[in-house]
């Protein structure tokens, strides 16, 4: 129940403080090259030795929150920031908030529904509630269009 307080006061701050950044002008046209995988690989592949490394000492709890979204945003951000800039990167960044907000309730859904249904169910329904959340955000951006 600690993690579910913590995430909504850090969506309640960061959400409004990021919507400046919602807006910015197309991305520069870009091309992928060759080191952008592996790049992407060796970002991911550090946070994990860092978190590994400091685990014992930091405890499970901020384990897994250091193991998630380090990974995913920091490698995000590698790849984007030298090929489309910052404004658009900060932009990808600030309209990935919202969508974490499903994240969060599918593993509230994974957490209470393990126990009773088994893993794989309970998986199977968060992955459905992440999912039912993002089709609500897409759905709610195409109306106000």
Not at 27 to 33: A, V
Not at 69 to 77: K, N, R, Y
């Amino acid at each position: 129940m600690n993690a579910l307080v913590l995430n909504a006061a850090v969506y309640a701050v960061t959400i409004p403080l990021s919507w400046r950044y919602r807006s910015s002008a197309p991305p520069r046209k870009f091309l992928r090259t060759r080191y952008d995988i592996p790049l992407r690989a060796l970002a991911a592949a550090i946070v994990v030795v860092i978190v590994t490394t400091a685990s014992h000492s930091i405890g499970s709890f901020a384990s897994g929150m250091f193991a998630l979204f380090p990974i995913v945003f920091c490698s995000s951000i590698v790849i984007l920031h030298p090929r489309v800039g910052g404004k658009a990167t900060a932009s990808v960044m600030a309209h990935a908030q919202a969508a974490l907000i499903g994240l969060t309730l599918g593993f509230l859904a994974v957490h209470f529904l393990a126990e009773p249904l088994g893993a794989w169910p309970a998986l199977a329904i968060g992955l459905g509630v992440t999912l039912a959340w993002s089709g609500m955000l897409l759905m709610v951006r195409s109306m106000a269009r």
